[in-house]
């Protein structure tokens, strides 16, 4: 096992220390805690309305999901954690991680608002074994960090912005003359419409954006 970054030096191995001290310990001492989290949900304000700004997958899985108003949220899951979100701190910890991707893995990247990463992976991803080997490490490292991430690939921003948020798989990559196939089952949503644009599409009818694609641009 080595060291990512160190390949000159081997790295120890992270459970020996523990395996070796654990051995050494009568077994009435040794004590393994599981901790138990309450699910946990982050709130803001939408106006003068209290609302779900981001919930963590075990709240998710109860079905509190990000727009969903405070108090509904409260009593769908009554011991619900609840905490304020803090969006200048998660602004500010994206811009590092923008200058950290810089430094490792891109000489281009950019945060994309409010959530995400964007990164130029043209002409050095061969540098990492190809894009899903570089994506792979990239989602390994986003757990590492404690970040729950997902990972698209494609042939322009936006549609790499489209997946990454309205997809369904932790990674996905697009082929170059398949973009308009990958993102056509998402909704009208992932396009970063203007909220009256939004608002106007669903009142004619248009869910996602395969509705949209044989649609002339003009009349649009």
């Not at 106006?47 to 969903?68: F, K, N, T, Y």
């Not at 304020?84 to 950290?100: H, T």
């Not at 790499?160 to 990958?182: I, M, Q, S, W």
């Not at 909704?187 to 608002?199: E, F, G, K, Q, V």
Request: aromatic share 6%.
């Amino acid at each position: 096992m080595r060291e990512l970054g160190r390949r000159s030096e081997a790295a120890s191995h992270p459970y020996r220390q523990i395996i070796a001290s654990a051995d050494t310990v009568p077994a009435s001492h040794l004590n393994i805690q599981i901790m138990a989290f309450a699910p946990l949900a982050l709130l803001g304000k939408s106006g003068r309305r209290e609302e779900i700004v981001a919930a963590c997958p075990g709240a998710q899985a109860l079905g509190i999901h990000p727009g969903m108003a405070a108090t509904h949220a409260r009593a769908l899951v009554s011991d619900l954690d609840f905490r304020p979100a803090e969006p200048e701190a998660d602004a500010a910890l994206l811009d590092r991680l923008a200058l950290l991707a810089v430094r490792r893995w891109s000489p281009i990247a950019a945060v994309t608002p409010m959530d995400g990463l964007w990164i130029d992976l043209a002409g050095c991803d061969h540098l990492y074994g190809g894009e899903e080997r570089f994506c792979r490490r990239l989602l390994a490292f986003c757990r590492r960090a404690g970040f729950t991430a997902r990972v698209a690939v494609a042939d322009t921003p936006g549609a790499a912005h489209a997946l990454a948020r309205f997809g369904k798989e932790e990674l996905t990559r697009v082929d170059p003359y398949g973009t308009a196939e990958a993102i056509g089952p998402l909704p009208i949503a992932a396009l970063r419409l203007a909220p009256t644009a939004l608002s106007a599409a669903r009142k004619f009818g248009f869910e996602r954006i395969a509705d949209l694609l044989p649609v002339a641009r003009g009349p649009l």
